[in-house]
């Protein structure tokens, strides 16, 4: 069974930092590229980093261009998204999802909740 | 950047009836490459429909995915109460992946 879990989530204040993980089992984690996905309160769904099966080709939304850093661990089937000089505008549920370009995201973890405000 | 464009906002319908949800985008979508999410309050979304007009494993097949090139629809041939949600379609064709804005369905 596939299963997605994000942890490092909370509350935080502007310019702070965080580090998200996604601890994933039951596919071949290396063989998948792996995507963050992000909602704000009451609003749709954006994409914001990806990350190929090798680590070796990323993606970040204009958005988080700079400030986030995607990343994986294959040996430890867990994938990462640490986020600096975070702003209001990033208080979001942040998703992981399997999959990327050419291959449909069909499995997402719960999602964890990321709160900025001072 | 493909945009895609989900319409109508909302669709207020009644258990038993039919709903049609459209997905415009702006360019062809790759390979057909366009999948069809739901989801329900405080969930993650699930995965419905992808490659336009596959259903997903454990989908009920009252749900049937539809289209090419830039127009593409989800249809729910007989609502059931646990339908009522947002709807989300995504492309991931081509770079960057994107959704639409949902269209919410609910009771009428």
């Known amino acids: 069974e596939v299963q997605l879990v994000e942890s490092g989530g909370g509350l935080v204040q502007p310019g702070g930092s965080l580090r998200l993980s996604c601890a994933a089992s039951?596919?071949?984690?290396?063989?998948?590229?792996m995507s963050w996905v992000r909602q704000a309160p009451g609003k749709g769904l954006e994409r914001v980093s990806a990350i190929s099966g090798s680590g070796g080709t990323t993606y970040y939304a204009d958005s988080v261009k700079g400030r986030f850093t995607i990343s994986r661990d294959n040996s430890k089937n867990t994938l990462y998204l640490q986020m600096n000089s975070l702003r209001a505008e990033d208080t979001a549920v942040y998703y992981c999802?399997?999959?990327?370009?050419?291959?449909?995201?069909?499995?997402w973890g719960q999602g964890i909740l990321v709160t900025v405000t001072s | 950047e493909i945009v895609l464009t989900q319409s109508p906002g909302t669709l207020s319908l009644s258990p038993g009836e039919r709903a049609t949800l459209s997905c415009r985008a702006s360019q062809s979508v790759s390979s057909s490459y366009l999948a069809w999410y739901q989801q329900k309050p405080g969930q993650a979304p699930r995965l419905l429909s992808y490659?336009?007009?596959s259903r997903a494993t454990g989908i009920p097949d009252r749900f049937s995915g539809s289209g090419s090139g830039t127009d593409f629809t989800l249809t729910i041939s007989r609502l059931e109460p646990e339908d009522f949600a947002v709807y989300y379609c995504q492309q991931y064709g081509s770079s960057p992946i994107t959704f639409g804005q949902g269209t919410r369905l609910e009771i009428k």
């Open positions: 039951g596919f071949t984690f290396s063989s998948y590229a």
């Open positions: 999802a399997k999959g990327g370009v050419g291959v449909v995201s069909d499995y």
């Open positions: 490659g336009a007009s």
